[in-house]
């Protein structure tokens, strides 16, 4: 049933006008939803025409407030109070959408790779796919037709305010300490997380890490559980003919992919060949150079320890930038690890909270930058002739102290790599 027409009868304000929320504005535009206006705290000029000129009175008044996913309540007392009125882009598209069928993605670390992962497989086994929400596309951008599976990134923030998503198969990764001082504790961050199987019938997939299966039973959710098959996927893992993918940094990945393979009944030598031709994504465990028996690798999405200690307990003879803007509650914990990691280099504007951190634990220098960084450990690389070394970025932290975000931190650390490897290596 079309929705569109309920919708018309509705009243919104879209609070913030990034990449979401201009897409949810050109959604109302294409469909005739004419009793929306727009605010942003920071583009007072933007749509000037639909702005509001008392933002409380507009706060009450309407039905809906479609809220941008970067946006706290806990730093916003106004928006607060009208809590149950807020959703999202994604529930947008849940309202309008009886057509294809959705997979939504949710976790701490790996959304972006596993998203990426899903649409190769499906592209490769000749599924119609659309790929979109967190990762980069609004969802309300991508096509959504029949006969047609839509892959969505969804972060906590949106999961938070969602009221009406309701995916037909939802993988929900891992949990670790991050984004707290958003949602202010560990509960409130799970419970997020958790929204994305609320709504879900029982003819709907959940599919979890078995660490979960007790709360997910426990919160009596109406989806068929399916549990990670991390055993078959061991057993194939040999035959999959890609390092990225058989990297240690990827097995939870590629077990959700495995098992979610399983539910479409993808033959093991479909799923296989599918694998062989796939790309990893920028600034996660990208190995982007190799030369004198050293491999350079950028990690530079990795804004948590969690998220480091995956490419940390995969590799030998490591010497690793570490630093940056801490996740609240967040610990570096080495013990270990450290036998695979030859010094540690910490930069960025909070070096006594890192330095705290593996003082004892490891050999470090404090090199402040990326580049006093790299010339520091190609010196320190001819000190000692290791076989195979690994020269790597996974600075367990955010990057927003010295980089615009985590893509130029890796873009600058790969820039320099290359230019100072002519000269050292």
């Given at each position: 049933?079309?929705?569109?027409?309920?919708?018309?009868?509705?009243?919104?304000?879209?609070?913030?006008?990034?990449?979401s929320?201009?897409?949810?504005?050109?959604?109302?535009?294409?469909n005739?939803?004419?009793?929306?206006?727009?605010?942003d705290?920071?583009?007072?000029?933007?749509?000037?025409?639909?702005r509001?000129?008392?933002?409380?009175?507009?706060?009450?008044?309407?039905d809906?407030?479609i809220?941008?996913?970067g946006?706290?309540?806990?730093?916003?007392?106004n928006?607060?109070?009208f809590?149950?009125k807020?959703?999202t882009?994604?529930?947008?598209?849940?309202?309008?959408?009886?057509?294809?069928?959705?997979?939504?993605?949710?976790?701490?670390?790996?959304?972006?790779t596993t998203c990426?992962?899903?649409?190769?497989l499906?592209?490769?086994?000749?599924?119609?796919?659309?790929?979109?929400g967190?990762?980069?596309?609004?969802i309300?951008n991508?096509?959504?037709?029949?006969n047609?599976?839509v892959?969505?990134e969804?972060s906590?923030?949106q999961?938070?305010?969602?009221k009406f998503?309701?995916p037909?198969?939802?993988?929900?990764?891992?949990l670790?300490?991050?984004?707290?001082?958003?949602?202010?504790?560990?509960?409130?961050y799970?419970?997020?997380?958790l929204?994305?199987?609320?709504?879900?019938?029982?003819?709907?997939f959940?599919?979890?890490?078995?660490?979960?299966?007790?709360?997910?039973?426990?919160?009596?959710?109406?989806?068929k559980l399916?549990?990670?098959?991390?055993?078959?996927?061991r057993?194939?893992?040999s035959?999959?003919?890609?390092?990225?993918?058989?990297s240690?940094?990827?097995?939870?990945?590629m077990s959700?992919?495995?098992?979610?393979?399983?539910?479409?009944?993808?033959?093991?030598?479909?799923?296989?060949?599918?694998m062989?031709?796939?790309?990893g994504?920028?600034?996660?465990?990208?190995?982007f150079?190799k030369?004198?028996?050293?491999?350079?690798?950028?990690?530079s999405?990795?804004?948590?320890?969690?998220?480091t200690?995956?490419?940390?307990?995969?590799l030998k003879?490591?010497?690793?930038?570490?630093?940056g803007?801490p996740?609240k509650?967040?610990?570096?914990?080495?013990?270990?690890?450290?036998?695979?990691?030859?010094?540690?280099?910490?930069?960025?504007?909070?070096l006594?909270?890192?330095?705290?951190?593996v003082?004892?634990?490891?050999v470090f220098?404090?090199?402040k930058n990326l580049?006093n960084?790299?010339?520091q450990?190609?010196?320190d690389?001819?000190?000692?002739?290791?076989?195979?070394?690994t020269?790597?970025?996974?600075?367990?932290?955010?990057?927003f102290?010295?980089f615009?975000?985590f893509?130029?931190?890796?873009?600058q650390?790969k820039?320099?790599c290359?230019?100072?490897?002519?000269?050292?290596v």
């Open positions: 049933m079309d929705q569109i027409p309920k919708l018309r009868e509705l009243s919104f304000l879209v609070y913030g006008m990034g990449l929320g201009s897409s949810v504005v050109k959604f109302f535009k294409k005739k939803i004419k009793d929306f206006k727009v605010w705290d920071n583009q007072k000029n933007k749509l000037r025409n639909y509001p000129k008392n933002l409380y009175e507009t706060l009450k008044r309407v809906y407030i809220l941008s996913p946006i706290s309540l806990l730093k916003n007392k928006l607060k109070k809590k149950k807020i959703i882009d994604i529930d947008l598209f849940y309202l309008n959408n009886n057509k294809s069928k959705s997979i939504v993605v949710t976790g701490s670390n790996g959304k972006s990426k992962l899903l649409a190769h499906l592209h490769k086994n000749k599924f119609k796919f659309s790929l979109g967190n990762i980069g596309t609004p309300l991508v096509k959504n037709t029949k047609r599976f892959v969505i969804a906590s923030f999961l938070s305010h969602s998503i309701r037909d198969y939802a993988l929900f990764l891992n670790t300490n991050d984004h707290l001082e958003w949602h202010g504790s560990m509960k409130n799970l419970n997020s997380k929204k994305v199987f609320n709504l879900q019938k029982k003819n709907q959940a599919i979890i890490n078995k660490k979960y299966e007790k709360k997910f039973i426990k919160k009596n959710f109406s989806a399916v549990t990670l098959k991390i055993k078959g996927f057993k194939i893992k035959k999959i003919k890609n390092d990225y993918l058989t240690k940094i990827n097995e939870e990945n959700f992919i495995y098992t979610f393979s399983k539910l479409l009944r993808i033959k093991e030598k479909s799923f296989l060949r599918s062989k031709s796939f790309k994504l920028s600034h996660r465990f990208e190995i150079l030369k004198n028996n050293i491999t350079f690798i950028n990690d999405k990795a804004t948590s320890f969690k998220a200690q995956s490419a940390l307990s995969g003879n490591i010497y690793w930038i570490l630093g803007l996740k509650g967040d610990k570096i914990k080495v013990s270990n690890l450290k036998k695979n990691i030859i010094k540690c280099y910490l930069i960025g504007n909070n006594n909270f890192f330095k705290n951190q003082k004892g634990k490891l220098s404090i090199t580049k960084s790299i010339i450990i190609l010196k690389s001819k000190l000692k002739k290791y076989i195979n070394r020269i790597l970025l996974s600075p367990a932290a955010a990057s102290d010295q615009e975000n893509e130029q931190r890796g873009d650390f820039m320099l290359k230019k100072y490897a002519r000269k050292f």
